[in-house]
């Protein structure tokens, strides 16, 4: 998936997931071992919506996206009991990136 991602290096923002009523979300291993790091060429992106998926994304990740993406605006759909850290450190070190976490499923 990263791989055919990268390709869209027009990219401005990335819905992650598809979800159906009734149906649990998927899982994404958005990781830099996973293959995040072949995104860097996607330099316009401003949003990241992770609301429809579960993830892995960590402080590391988190860290890159901020690096590699000059542009990034936001990133959505958080889960509180395993990202609060992660949201604290990009509320700290990045303001102008807003974040949010997602509803209760």
Known sequence: MFDRLARLTQL???NIGYRT???????????LENGLHKLAGL??????DMTDV??????????????????????H????DYH???????SENHPK???SYKSSW
């Open 12 to 14: 401005e923002v990335l």
């Open 21 to 31: 009523y009734g149906m649990n979300p998927g899982m994404l291993k958005m990781t």
């Open 43 to 48: 330099r316009k992106m401003k949003e990241l």
């Open 54 to 75: 579960s993830t892995m994304i960590g402080i590391k990740e988190v860290q890159w996206t901020a690096d590699n993406w000059p542009r990034l605006r936001g990133i």
């Open 77 to 80: 759909g958080f889960e509180r």
């Open 84 to 90: 609060e850290e992660v949201v604290g450190w990009l």
């Open 97 to 99: 990136i807003a974040v």
